[in-house]
């Protein structure tokens, strides 16, 4: 069996759900379930004896370490963490915590378990460690995509903690020997994702007849990646990847903001036409930009592509409208999201713009 920390999120909760179409190999699920933690996409795991949900902090190296030595996974995939820039923006402490003293306190507890295993499991044993593209800072409109290589440059207490969290890991292999890896992904899209982010905040906006904030000039590039082609490719990583390396993860996607806006206006303008006719594009507004907003992110993928042969399945335009579909079919989920904490969150952000 595996573990997995952060698995009731948006992309953890995604990986869970794929992990187990995909093969019968048990997971344990670790979650603090903060705001972003949600059981309700879990939902059609609830009898399924190969999913094991428990609530804890992977900061709590004690239950951690208790966990490890009952269950004995052959991996640990480390999704959790604090994720929105805003967020981090408005209070980092929580980001500095989770992200960078959590991931210590479970890089800690994994590595007194893998310490004990038997010489083969402990050949065999992964730490897989999830994060950003956002650590690598922003590009001018010329740069070459962000590699492996490429120096670490974070700009918002959100990618710095992520950053922290890179280099403690990459530290524990070169130190401990802990066979680590890391993966550096790209904006994230699709089924389940906590509509802070731009486009289900926007698709459900949309729908509730609110403005569409946009931050700035809406000119900022995104590389988005459909979250089951991250899926698929952390699995691949999983398997094949060699221990101490990074892999870029990306789609080749590049976007301004404001054109993702369009194109979610333009596809629910055809599959939800608005009731007096008009078009969605309507709705967009222009808001103060983020402080300290990257301009421009582009993933460079191909060693990933050379080394393991890996590339997204989905392209934006499919990858956009399924993500779009699964909004207007699961009015459930949306539902139970919209009005617990978001609430509180839609008022600190946006305030009368709201
Ligand atoms: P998310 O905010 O949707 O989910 C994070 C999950 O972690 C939640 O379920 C939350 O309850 C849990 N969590 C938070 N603090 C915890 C703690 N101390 N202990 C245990 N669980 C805790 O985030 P996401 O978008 O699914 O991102 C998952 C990971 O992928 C993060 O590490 C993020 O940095 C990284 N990432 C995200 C994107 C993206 O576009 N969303 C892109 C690249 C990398
Ligand atoms: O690049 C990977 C990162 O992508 C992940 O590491 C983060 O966890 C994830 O949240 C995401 O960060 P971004 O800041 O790029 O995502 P967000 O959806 O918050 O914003 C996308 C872009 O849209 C960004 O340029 C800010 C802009 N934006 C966002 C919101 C919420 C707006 O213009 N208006 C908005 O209301």
Not at 67 to 85: G, Q
Not at 203 to 217: F, M, R, S, V
Not at 336 to 343: F, K, P, R
């Amino acid at each position: 069996m595996i573990l997995v920390t952060g698995g009731a999120g948006f992309i953890g909760g995604n990986f869970v759900l794929d992990w187990l179409n995909q093969s019968n190999e048990a997971i344990i699920n670790l979650d603090k379930l903060t705001y972003a933690g949600n059981l309700d996409t879990l939902i059609s795991l609830k009898d399924d004896p190969r999913h094991r949900f428990i609530r804890g902090d992977i900061g709590d190296r004690e239950l951690i370490g208790r966990l490890l030595v009952e269950f004995k996974p052959r991996a640990v995939v480390n999704f959790a963490a604090e994720s929105h820039v805003d967020r981090s923006i408005h209070g980092p402490s929580e980001f500095i915590q989770t992200n960078i003293v959590g991931t210590f306190n479970l890089l800690e507890a994994v590595r007194d378990y893998w310490n004990g295993l038997p010489a083969r499991e402990r050949e065999a044993f992964r730490f897989l460690h999830v994060s950003t593209d956002e650590v690598y800072g922003t590009l001018e409109p010329t740069d070459h995509p962000f590699s492996e290589t490429t120096a670490y440059r974070p700009n918002s207490p959100y990618s710095a903690s992520k950053a922290a969290s890179d280099h403690l890991v990459r530290a524990w292999h070169h130190t401990y020997g802990l066979p680590v890896l890391t993966t550096n992904c790209s904006n994230n899209y699709g089924p389940y994702h906590f509509p802070e982010k731009l486009i289900p905040l926007v698709i459900l906006n949309a729908l509730a007849e609110k403005p569409l904030p946009i931050y700035g000039d809406g000119q900022q590039i995104r590389d988005w990646l459909f979250v089951k082609d991250h899926c698929s490719a952390l699995r691949r990583i999983l398997e094949a990847g060699t221990t101490g390396e990074t892999y870029n993860v990306g789609g080749w996607n590049e976007k301004a903001n404001l054109d993702v806006v369009r194109a979610i206006c333009a596809l629910l303008d055809e599959l939800k036409p608005r009731a007096d006719g008009r078009p969605y594009a309507e709705q967009i507004t222009f808001v103060t930009d983020r402080p300290g907003h990257d301009r421009r992110y582009a993933i460079d993928a191909r060693k990933l592509e050379r080394e393991l042969g890996w590339k997204p399945a989905d392209t934006f335009e499919t990858g956009l409208r399924k993500t779009v579909m699964w909004y207007l079919a699961n009015a459930r989920w949306v539902q139970n999201v919209t009005s617990g904490a978001y609430l509180d969150w839609v008022q600190i952000q946006y305030g009368e713009q709201s």
